[in-house]
């Protein structure tokens, strides 16, 4: 049974920069393919960036370019470089496999995008 933790939202400025933490707790995270998803006030939550067990990545169109999911096996850590962060991107932000498990979802991290 996996389990999530994200870390690392805040308050930025548009153009600023954040790096989110997820570490997973629980067995066999290198074999799972993971996902970094976002719920924006008033909308369904969506899937930002997947990283497959192999490290092939994907992205939601409207972060092409400006995010960057990566993975660490050895510390079951799953990581989101943000940059150049838009006032758009407000959300809590999950992680959780791909696709995901309904008893897997943490508390989330929450990213404010305002000057």
């Known amino acids: 049974q996996v389990q999530f933790v994200e870390s690392g939202g805040g308050l930025v400025q548009p153009g600023g920069s954040l790096r989110l933490s997820c570490a997973a707790s629980?067995?066999?995270?290198?074999?799972?393919?993971v996902a970094w998803y976002r719920r924006a006030p008033g909308k369904q939550r969506e899937l930002v960036a997947g990283?497959?067990?192999?490290?092939?990545?994907n992205y939601a169109e409207s972060v092409k370019g400006r995010f960057t999911i990566s993975r660490d096996n050895v510390k079951d850590t799953v990581y989101l470089q943000m940059n150049s962060l838009k006032p758009e991107d407000t959300a809590v932000y999950y992680c959780?496999?791909?696709?995901?498990?309904?008893?897997?979802w943490g508390q989330g991290t929450q990213v404010t995008v305002s000057s």
């Open positions: 959780n496999t791909n696709p995901p498990k309904i008893d897997a």
């Open positions: 629980g067995s066999m995270f290198s074999i799972y393919a």
């Open positions: 990283i497959s067990s192999g490290g092939r990545t």
